[in-house]
């Protein structure tokens, strides 16, 4: 809707659509890399310097996982307030 409002047109969602198709593809890429990521900090002793990072991108991969997981409900749900 925000980009509709904004005059995108409805021609992007051709697009996200596609990238939806590999969503999880996608994450089970980034969630190995972030798991590598703290074990290289870890095994060079930096871990305490880079855990806020770690730690914050791994809560944003578990958050992009729960969404879509949830993708069904949180479409019902957003359907509901139309």
Known sequence: MIFLLLGLGGSWLA????????????LALSTAVIL???????RRGS????????????????????IVFNEARINDHLLTWM
Not at 47 to 66: P, Q
Request: glycine share 10%.
């Open 15 to 26: 697009v996200f659509g596609k990238i939806a198709a590999a969503s999880y593809y996608v």
């Open 36 to 42: 590598l990521a703290g074990l290289v900090a870890y």
């Open 47 to 66: 871990l305490t310097r880079l855990g806020l990072w770690i730690a914050g991108s791994a809560i944003l991969t578990a958050l992009a996982w729960l």
